[in-house]
């Protein structure tokens, strides 16, 4: 496994920017497909970016698609989450996630989490 922390929430106002970041632990971190999900309050866990091993292939939610930029720093262990142009409806905490699936897109292909990062983006 793999442990996880996340760095790099906080408030912003609508239209600003924010990049979250995510440290891994381990020597295997290459060998990981990454994701990033949010949670809102009342609302299920979704997933939000996924990148693969080498960095080569990304996927992303419709919500977000062309606003954020998931990308890795392998030499660093870290993934990263480039969110620009937030919305109100962007506001979560937001997950660190690690998988040995091609994409990690759901919860079941998750093997590490990491603590969460609260993302708050005001109108």
């Known amino acids: 496994q793999v442990q996880l922390v996340e760095s790099g929430g906080g408030l912003v106002q609508a239209g600003g920017s924010l990049r979250l970041s995510c440290a891994a632990s381990?020597?295997?971190?290459?060998?990981?497909?990454m994701g990033w999900f949010r949670q809102a309050p009342g609302s299920e866990r979704e997933f939000v970016a996924t990148?693969?091993?080498?960095?080569?292939?990304?996927y992303y939610a419709d919500s977000v698609k062309g606003r954020f930029t998931i990308s890795r720093d392998n030499a660093k262990n870290t993934v990263y989450l480039q969110m620009n142009s937030l919305k109100p409806e962007d506001t979560a905490v937001y997950y660190c996630?690690?998988?040995?699936?091609?994409?990690?897109?759901?919860?079941?292909?998750?093997?590490?989490w990491g603590q969460g990062t609260q993302v708050t983006v005001s109108s």
């Open positions: 381990g020597r295997t971190f290459s060998t990981y497909t």
């Open positions: 990148i693969t091993w080498s960095g080569g292939n990304t």
């Open positions: 996630a690690a998988g040995t699936s091609t994409v990690v897109t759901g919860p079941r292909s998750v093997g590490s």
